[in-house]
């Protein structure tokens, strides 16, 4: 049951490590950490994109900066209760994770799979160039009732094509991870700048419809 529910979020990243470790939490003795990786992107640009360690997988008191790795793990969120409301944070759980030396051009650095239900109405809208797109919050079943709600955007056809899902609706989607910075308006005088993830959706295909999932998010 619990390998069955691990196949339906899979996350294989490569990129180079660019921060130090910083505690996250524990769980009956266990420590977790966060650390950002950098993944590069087909175009010059990349995303930095934070990955959560256990101290059994790494030495979290070493300095990696600069080190390549390969991570397989989940995509997962969790609600972090800040000015008055909660707010959804993203981060790559990892699995395994394997020194490369270096990493060809041509490696497939960032890739996803989720299999999940849909539990917002879809938000399909236009740039002013015309470009579509189409917002997506999918709800990806953990063991132990438990759910990662990941926020995905599609494009053109997909989005079009997303944009007839209705909650509860099951799907699969293939993708990368992407950061986004965007400035929250914190006051009338104050705008802070915050990093956004989501998965930039490639393909997706409509399981069953209607299937009993998780609640609304």
């Not at 497939?108 to 997506?136: F, H, M």
Request: hydrophobic residues 35%; negative net charge; aromatic residues 10%.
């Amino acid at each position: 049951m619990t390998d069955k529910v691990i196949e339906n979020n899979q996350v294989v990243i490569m990129g180079e490590i660019v921060s130090d470790f910083s505690f996250s939490h524990e769980i009956f003795g266990e420590g977790f950490y966060m650390v950002d990786v950098k993944v590069a992107r087909l175009s010059d640009s990349s995303d930095i994109i934070p990955l959560m360690v256990s101290e059994r997988l790494l030495d979290v008191n070493a300095d990696y900066r600069g080190r390549n790795i390969m991570v397989t793990g989940q995509f997962r969120s969790y609600n972090r209760h800040e000015e008055r409301k909660n707010r959804l944070v993203l981060s790559v759980f990892a699995r395994e994770i394997e020194f490369v030396e270096e990493i060809e051009e041509s490696a497939k650095s960032n890739q996803i799979y989720l299999d999940g239900y849909i539990c917002k109405e879809p938000v399909y809208r236009k740039t002013p160039l015309g470009r579509e797109i189409a917002d997506l919050l999918l709800a990806v079943n953990r063991p132990y009732g438990k759910s990662d709600y990941i926020p995905c955007i599609c494009w053109g056809r997909n989005a079009r094509y997303a944009n007839n899902f209705h909650v509860g609706t099951r799907c699969e989607i293939w993708g990368r991870i992407q950061s986004r910075e965007y400035m929250k308006k914190l006051s009338e005088e104050q705008v802070e700048k915050r990093v956004a993830y989501e998965v930039s959706v490639s393909k997706l295909e409509l399981l069953e419809s209607e299937e009993e999932g998780p609640i609304r998010a």
